[in-house]
């Protein structure tokens, strides 16, 4: 079995940035690619980030790309998304989501474990 807990978000000002964490529980954290996804009020899961196993390898929705830093310590069971420069609308739900064994992907389709999810709010 593998749990996913976000935390991090929070209400921040437009330009202010933030830090989501996910702990993942269970074994061969390695052996999972990761994603962050993120859900706005009325608006479908969209994908913002995801990560290779190793870490080498990383992809970025257009729409966060060269504000977004997403990273993992495998030692630690952890993914990272940072996020700078933060705009209205990144407003959201942020979820975590693993896949064993997955070459990367940026469909939500693909994941096999999600996280509950944590509340970003972005205020002009």
């Known amino acids: 079995q593998v749990e996913l807990v976000e935390s991090g978000g929070g209400l921040v000002q437009t330009g202010y940035s933030l830090r989501l964490s996910c702990a993942v529980s269970g074994r061969d954290f390695s052996s999972y690619t990761m994603g962050w996804f993120r859900q706005a009020p009325g608006k479908e899961r969209e994908f913002v980030a995801t990560?290779?196993?190793?870490?080498?390898?990383?992809r970025y929705d257009d729409s966060v790309k060269g504000r977004f830093t997403i990273s993992r310590d495998n030692a630690k069971n952890t993914v990272f998304l940072q996020m700078n420069s933060l705009k209205p609308e990144d407003t959201a739900v942020y979820y975590c989501?693993?896949?064993?064994?997955?070459?990367?992907?940026?469909?939500?389709?693909?994941?096999?474990?999600w996280g509950q999810g944590t509340q970003v709010t972005v205020s002009s």
């Open positions: 990560i290779s196993k190793s870490g080498g390898i990383t």
């Open positions: 989501a693993a896949g064993y064994r997955l070459s990367i992907r940026t469909t939500s389709a693909a994941f096999d474990y």
